[in-house]
Nanobody
Framework: QVQLVESGGGLVQAGGSQRLSCVAS????????MGWYRQAPGNKRVLVAV???????NYADSVKGRFLLSRDNAKNTVYLQMNSLKPEDTAVYSC???????????????WGQGTQVTVSS
């Protein structure tokens, strides 16, 4: 079985920084896309940043220049470095990955449990 485990998050003051980590574990053959979504209260879940298999990275316009997504393929891990945080970045951040598991014939999408990030003004 495949599992995504997140770490990081919590309370930070506006202008501060935080780093989120997400580790994929289990019977994994290959990971395609891997990244983060977020959902603020009353809003739908939206993409924050994602690394596609070839290495290209896409960011939401709202975080460009402030957030940096990196990936350690050997560890099946992605890191989201969040700088210059704003109160509007407050949300539950969830890791997402497209994974080809052993015995599977296609990639499937997996979600982490989510971690709260709260930015105080």
């Amino acid at each position: 079985q495949v599992q995504l485990v997140e770490s990081g998050g919590g309370l930070v003051q506006a202008g501060g920084s935080q780093r989120l980590s997400c580790v994929a574990s289990g019977y994994i053959l290959r990971i395609n896309a891997m990244g983060w979504y977020r959902q603020a209260p009353g809003n739908k879940r939206v993409l924050v940043a994602v690394i596609i298999g070839g290495g290209s990275t896409n960011y939401a316009d709202s975080v460009k220049g402030r957030f940096l997504l990196s990936r350690d393929n050997a560890k099946n891990t992605v890191y989201l470095q969040m700088n210059s945080l704003k109160p509007e970045d407050t949300a539950v951040y969830s890791c997402y990955a497209e994974i080809l598991g052993t015995g599977a014939d296609r990639y499937n999408g997996y979600w982490g449990q989510g971690t709260q990030v709260t930015v105080s003004s």
